[in-house]
C-alpha cells in the first residue's frame, strides 16, 4: 500500500523530470519560457504537458512551479 500524502495525480518522478528539464531557467520566468526550456531540454510529454497546464504569470522558484503543477488536479 502507497502511502503518498498530496500527490494523488502527479508522480514524483514527473516532479523530478520536471526539475530536470527546466534546468537553466532565470527565474522569475513566465509559463511560456518554461514550456520553451523544458521542450529545448528534451521533457517528456508528461512534463510538457503538466507545464502547459500552468496559469499565466511569473514564476519566481523551481518551487512555486512544482507547487503550481502539485495544483493543477481535474
Sequence with gaps: MASGSGTS???????????????????????????????????SDDVLSALDGLPEGQFQTPAEVSKAVGQEED
Aim: charged fraction near 25%.
Design 9 to 43: 495525480r502527479a508522480a514524483p518522478t514527473v516532479f523530478i523530470e520536471m526539475q530536470k528539464a527546466l534546468k537553466g531557467v532565470d527565474y522569475p520566468a513566465d509559463k511560456q519560457t518554461l514550456v520553451e526550456m523544458a521542450r529545448s531540454n528534451g521533457a
